[in-house]
């Protein structure tokens, strides 16, 4: 895996290629390949060590993930990260200056290796971060150490705390890399960096981190910490932020002690179920990603007709993504709007004012739908009603162009139905995207019976290629994702007309691990999309719609967009109730919540709507947000054990009612 080459300036070029893999990770092999190497380096006579990867896309994504999974005890994890630390030890001593040379992805074990040479170069657009928190952990690779000495505490602390990447240019001056160049660039920095490296490389402490560093200090500043971090997460449900403040709470006045109790730290979070649940979210999200890797995507040109939040957020992230985008809509105040949220998305994610532009210039307003003849893929986003959509397709299937491919971001209705007044129902194909298309990573591929096996192979590249996960469902009433969603949001609604107070029934979702209450989400995604949903899906649901959520939508309270739904809204936010005991709940309530959820699934399972359990806890965790923690519906099942499950459903099912009935899958 790596390869020692010496150049006849005496500088060491160490090339690292994970044979058969299209990314370099650090597994044991790796790591002890790389020490058996470092020895050889340290006894030749070298002016300086640069370390590079041979792969095109990327510099080290991170540790060998795969490993996790075979780790049963702490000792062995502890011994898995005693070797990295062992190895990184030997870069960060030799006796000659060490460069790492980055370029793409530097992330995780990556990131903690290049920290332990001396200096980074990197590309203007690499990204460099700490994605550990993802999997339930943090860096234990001797990173917490070495990115504090590196950027201090805050900006250490706040990497590793939220897993967010940094490009170069950033990193560069937070003092993460020392040189973000063009790649072009890339070797001679490199080089200059062994040619003028000076005696050291450490960073000079404030006044004020001197004083965080205090034994005072370092509990001041964990505090402020760990009560910033406990709004995001619950520490029972995600330890391993928590586990990292007080590591450096306890132990960052002392170097060799915090190395130590990082690789304890690290080996006692990898064991829990949390960890394991979400390495196996990290798997199935691969899973997913594979689905449109087989060839590069086809698709350069989008048109998107309807301009409303979804249809205009989607052409905004497929702009920002690469593709060209022509908007279509018969409002041309509502492309402007779109245009608009388009250029905002655009601030927040693009560094440079020329790729801002750029981006700018891909996303075309187009009242006419002049696009619709050049278009590789045209993607309705209009009304969800069944015969408007069906008058759209056949005004527009005569100008497209041969081989393109039509799509709809319907949320329920069946494409064998869409699909009918159609000459070739064969290139219709669902791609349901679910708001905020911006954060939400999952996309519902949606086959008719006539769509051919083309269509959907070059759908699954298009969302692949827009970095969004697609999800293979059947066409059937609700798909996957609102098919489960809908009975929850109702039994939430029904428990609101029984006088359970909104705050309450939010709590008993926020406390189970839901990222957000289920009254908080319908007032979000819209109590009039809501009642449009549940409508749908009435033919197959056990539950009934609540009179007032009809009188409610008939009168313009429609939640967060109107102002008034469950709760009131000042400036987008929730004004909070000054009672604390609203956020008091009984044990029915989670009960119910998570009963309706569990049976739709076993449900959808039956019926085959996905192919198979994993598919369905992939639906779920990263279309709903289905506790990450938990590992999925399906996953939850099996931890929580099947029987008492089936035995909670009986206990509502006659307290309830039919509702509640188990279904048949359960068998």
């Not at 719609?545 to 109107?562: C, D, H």
Request: aromatic share 6%.
């Amino acid at each position: 895996m790596w390869k020692l080459d010496i150049d006849e300036a005496q500088i060491g070029w160490l090339h690292f290629d994970v044979p058969e893999s299209s990314v370099n990770t650090l597994s044991q092999q790796a790591l002890m390949q790389l020490d058996q190497v470092l020895d050889v380096v340290s006894n030749s006579n070298l002016k300086g060590l640069i370390i590079l990867s041979d792969k095109k896309k990327d510099f080290i994504v991170g540790a060998d993930i795969a490993e996790f999974t075979e780790v049963t005890n702490v000792d062995g994890a502890e011994a898995f990260m005693n070797t990295a630390h062992q190895t990184f030890k030997k870069i960060e001593d030799l006796n000659i200056p060490s460069v790492a040379m980055i370029h793409g992805n530097c992330l995780g074990g990556g990131l903690e290796l290049a920290l332990a040479c001396d200096y980074r170069v990197a590309t203007e657009d690499a990204k460099l971060g700490f994605p550990e928190v993802f999997l339930g952990i943090f860096p234990g690779f001797g990173g917490s150490v070495r990115s504090i000495e590196r950027v201090g505490v805050l900006a250490a602390m706040t990497m590793m705390l939220s897993g967010r990447t940094s490009i170069a240019k950033k990193a560069k001056k937070m003092g993460l890399v020392d040189d973000a160049v063009p790649l072009r660039h890339l070797r001679h920095a490199a080089v200059f960096a062994i040619e003028h490296a000076s005696h050291t490389t450490s960073r000079k402490n404030t006044i004020l981190e001197k004083i965080m560093h205090t034994d005072l200090g370092r509990k001041l500043v964990a505090n402020i910490l760990r009560k910033k971090t406990k709004k995001l997460v619950n520490p029972k449900h995600y330890p391993a932020p928590f586990a990292l403040i007080d590591l450096w709470q306890n132990y960052g006045g002392n170097r060799a002690l915090m190395f130590k109790q990082e690789v304890k730290g690290v080996a006692s979070l990898i064991i829990l179920p949390q960890a394991q649940n979400l390495v196996r979210l990290f798997f199935l999200q691969e899973r997913l990603k594979s689905l449109g890797k087989g060839q590069p995507s086809t698709i350069k040109y989008v048109h998107v007709i309807g301009a409303g939040m979804m249809g205009g957020d989607i052409a905004a992230w497929s702009v920002l993504q690469g593709l060209k985008v022509t908007l279509q809509d018969q409002n041309g105040e509502v492309v402007a709007a779109a245009i608009k949220r388009a250029a905002a998305l655009f601030g927040k994610t693009l560094y440079t004012p020329r790729a801002r532009q750029e981006a700018m210039d891909r996303l075309i307003p187009d009242l006419h739908g002049d696009g619709i003849k050049q278009a590789d893929l045209v993607l309705e986003a209009i009304v969800e009603n069944l015969e408007i959509k069906q008058g759209l397709y056949q005004a527009i299937e005569p100008q497209m162009k041969q081989g393109a491919i039509l799509a709809t971001n319907t949320s329920g209705i069946p494409i064998d139905e869409l699909a009918k007044k159609l000459a070739h129902p064969e290139r219709l194909v669902g791609i349901h995207f679910f708001n905020p298309v911006a954060k939400m990573k999952l996309v519902e591929i949606v086959a008719g019976k006539a769509t051919d096996e083309a269509t959907l192979q070059a759908a699954n590249g298009f969302v692949t290629a827009i970095h969004r996960l697609p999800l293979p469902v059947k066409s059937s009433p609700g798909f996957l994702v609102n098919r489960i969603l809908m009975p929850y949001l109702m039994e939430a609604i029904l428990m609101v007309e029984e006088g359970i107070k909104p705050e309450a029934i939010d709590q008993a979702a926020l406390d189970f691990g839901m990222p957000m209450g289920p009254i908080t989400l319908a007032d979000r995604v819209g109590l009039d999309i809501c009642l449009a949903v549940a409508n749908d899906l009435s033919e197959i649901s056990e539950g009934k719609i609540p009179e007032y959520l009809n009188q409610w939508v008939q009168a313009g309270r429609l939640g967060l967009k109107s102002g008034h739904g469950f709760y009131h809204y000042k400036q987008g936010k929730i004004v909070q109730s000054q009672d604390a005991s609203g956020r008091i709940y009984q044990e029915d309530v989670p009960n119910r919540l998570v009963a309706r959820i569990t049976n739709e699934a076993i449900r959808c399972l039956r019926e085959g709507i996905v192919a198979d359990a994993d598919l369905l806890d992939a639906g779920m965790v990263f279309g709903t947000g289905f506790a990450p923690f938990r590992g999925g519906v399906m996953k939850y099942i099996a931890t929580a054990g099947q029987e008492s499950m089936m035995e909670m459903l009986d206990v509502l099912e006659d307290k309830y009612g039919e509702r509640f009935k188990k279904d048949d899958g359960w068998r």
